[in-house]
């Protein structure tokens, strides 16, 4: 997938590195890379990030360090209660090299390679409440904050999220196009999607789309629609009280066996299963 390259360098400054708070009603679908590397804690908020070519909803606790250039999004559920929060931040290879030369900083230097590949962190309530103070902090306590950050993580057991390093191709010649997709999607997908009418929406044919699509996701067409409309359905499982069938139909299935079968597929359990355990 071509992403869009997003300029921190603009964005922070002066600073030594970039650190916010990010509040919107939702994380909105933006196929990006950039050279920093990046450490994203979600607050609050629910949906699905993309990391290379791995898939996978996300939710309260995300919290996930990425290596340089390695193209990503976290898209929210737009139909949320309260709005999604998030803290970024967001440091140049050149800043953290200097401390990388050191015997005491070997876990930290494993991790930033191992970071090309994505690391997901489990939340812990320390390690929130010091990002938070990050955000305020001044000086170069600012700067020993962050190293603290990063070494502790270094430490801690993670989980790497793509099984294969992701070689991205830095260029934006198709980013506007397939953003254009993905944000269709995501606004149709509890009515009935056809081919032509995505394929349409860049000038494509249905056959060219096809092959469009797959080499810039690494899923088909129908897949992606499909992690699109169990992650809702997951969602309405869990917080609401609408039945099954209701479930299947407001997230465009248009039979309830279909539903069954591609939610068993994608979750490992049923629907009725997946509501009692979750």
Known sequence: MKAILEDIQLEKGTASFHAYLVEVPFFEFKWHYHPEYELTYIIKGNGFRILGNTYENYTNGDFVLLGSNLPHTWSGNSNQS???????????????????NFEESEHLKIMLEQAKRGIQ??????????????LTA?????????????????????????PNTFHNILSTKNELRINKVCHYIQNNYNSAIQLKQVADLIFLTESNFCKFFKKATGKTFSDYVNEIRINEACRLLIQSEKTINQISFECGFETLSYFNRVFLKKKNSTPSNYRKIA
Not at 85 to 92: D, G, K, M, T
Not at 138 to 162: C, E, F, H, P, W
């Open 82 to 100: 309260e709005n999604s929060q998030a803290i970024v931040i967001q440091f140049s290879h050149e800043l953290i090299q200097s401390f990388l």
């Open 138 to 162: 001044k000086g170069m306590d600012r700067i020993l904050q962050l190293i603290s950050i990063l070494d502790v993580l270094a430490k801690k057991t993670n989980r790497i999220i793509n």
């Open 121 to 134: 962190f489990t939340p812990e309530k320390e390690i929130a409440t010091q990002l938070k103070e990050l």
